[in-house]
């Protein structure tokens, strides 16, 4: 069993909207386990956060191929989507 976590939102009719695409080779079945958050929290930060100054250039590449794997494989969002939620 593989177990895969993604961020979603229940829109007005009560469905849920996964916010980015999972990309798996072949259709199956899903169990699907909601965890409702309160509105103040955000979604959790990536797992490693990019530091200049603590990053190696091994560890820049590696992060810079994985973008680049994520993007072929379609792993992106929309750019309408890029600044939603952010106060200027």
């Known amino acids: 069993m ?3 976590e993604v961020m979603g939102s229940i829109d007005e009719q009560g ?3 996964l916010l ?3 990309n798996l080779a072949q259709h ?3 169990r699907v386990r909601i965890t409702l958050l309160d509105e103040e929290v955000a979604p ?3 797992e490693s ?3 200049p100054e603590t990053d190696s250039k091994e560890q ?3 992060d810079l191929r994985e973008s680049f794997r994520q993007a072929e494989a379609g792993q992106t ?3 309408a989507e890029l600044c939603d939620g952010i106060d200027v």
């Open 15 to 17: 469905q849920l909207m």
């Open 28 to 30: 199956r079945k899903v």
């Open 20 to 22: 980015q695409p999972l």
């Open 44 to 46: 959790a930060p990536p």
């Open 77 to 79: 969002f929309p750019i």
């Open 60 to 62: 820049i590449l590696a």
């Open 49 to 51: 956060e990019f530091d």
């Open 2 to 4: 593989q177990e895969i």
